[in-house]
């Protein structure tokens, strides 16, 4: 009876081990249905990744190529500003050196006309005072000589 009970213990030990190890086995299968999701997720989340990476690799290489672009449009653009700044300032100074220039020759301009209106009145005074002499010279001469007609012959 002995050996009864130890088989009965024995099936009764036996079926706990069974349910210890169904227990252990689906504890197992769920422990590694939940590995597989797990892995499954981060297969999805790294494809993810990687589509995310590449699509950031053709953005960065339009971004490049509009960069490239607006470098050739702008770089062109700035030696023509520049040489066209250059062009300016070399005028401006030419401009203000003529200005100076055009002033000095007016102040010039205007002594020497000054100039030029008070000899032409000083020689129109004289010009005035010898047309007077003239005259007074030619009257004097011709009292004179009718003074010297009369001497000569005094009945006219």
């Given at each position: 009876m002995k050996n009864l009970a130890n088989m009965g213990s024995g099936v009764s030990?036996?079926?706990?081990?069974?349910?210890?190890?169904?227990?252990?086995?689906?504890?197992?299968?769920?422990?590694?249905?939940?590995?597989?999701?797990?892995?499954?997720?981060?297969m999805q989340v790294k494809e993810k990744v990687e589509m995310k990476l590449g699509q950031a690799e053709e953005q960065t290489r339009r971004l490049a190529q509009v960069w490239e672009e607006l470098e050739v449009l702008t770089d062109p653009m700035r030696k023509e500003v520049a040489s066209v700044r250059k062009k300016i300032d070399v005028a401006?100074?030419?401009?203000r050196s003529l200005g100076q220039s055009c002033q000095k020759k007016e102040k010039e301009y205007k002594e020497a006309l000054d100039a030029f209106h008070q000899k032409n009145n000083e020689k129109n005074q004289l010009t005035a005072t010898l047309v007077e002499l003239v005259k007074e010279s030619e009257n004097v001469r011709m009292k004179k000589l009718e003074e010297l007609s009369k001497n000569i012959d005094p009945s006219c």
């Open positions: 030990a036996s079926v706990d081990e069974n349910d210890d190890e169904d227990i252990s086995k689906s504890a197992f299968a769920s422990f590694q249905a939940r590995e597989e999701e797990i892995e499954k997720m981060k401006n100074r030419e401009v």
